[in-house]
């Protein structure tokens, strides 16, 4: 399965409860239907570069969290359906990484796969054994 990178903000509340609870449906949904998450990253609470329309809101401010994930494509299709309908959710953008492990992780000069991969400007430490 191919390994995706879903960036999202979320409307920004005080309790952080609905945020929670967006996660783990999005994660959730992943998880039931055959899918790997590989790890999720908060990244905070921040200022919008622009004012945003949603759900006949405007939204200034957001929580921003990232995901990294694997999936097959009609998954993603419909977690693209329910963070459309969510009224929770400002923006998001699903970026697919790579089909296989070699495109995902950089070879080194011996031809052998690294330890680490790079995703979101974050290094992702993980053993492979063959």
Not at 20 to 39: E, F, H, P
Not at 90 to 107: E, F, H, S, Y
Request: with cysteine; proline share 5%; hydrophobic share 35%.
């Amino acid at each position: 399965m191919p390994l995706y990178e879903l960036l999202c903000i979320a409307a920004s509340s005080a309790e952080s409860a609905p945020l929670r609870d967006l996660v783990k449906s999005t994660s959730k949904l992943v998880i039931d239907n055959g899918g790997a998450v590989r790890g999720i990253q908060y990244w905070g609470k921040r200022a919008l570069p622009q004012r945003a329309r949603r759900h006949q809101q405007y939204h200034t401010v957001g929580d921003y969290w990232l995901m990294h994930f694997d999936t097959n494509a009609p998954v993603l299709k419909s977690l693209n359906d329910r963070l459309r309908a969510d009224p929770r959710v400002i923006k998001w953008t699903a970026l697919k990484l790579g089909d296989r492990m070699d495109q995902i992780v950089p070879k080194d000069v011996n031809g052998g796969q690294k330890s680490a991969a790079i995703f979101g400007g974050k290094t992702m430490s993980y053993e492979r054994s063959y």
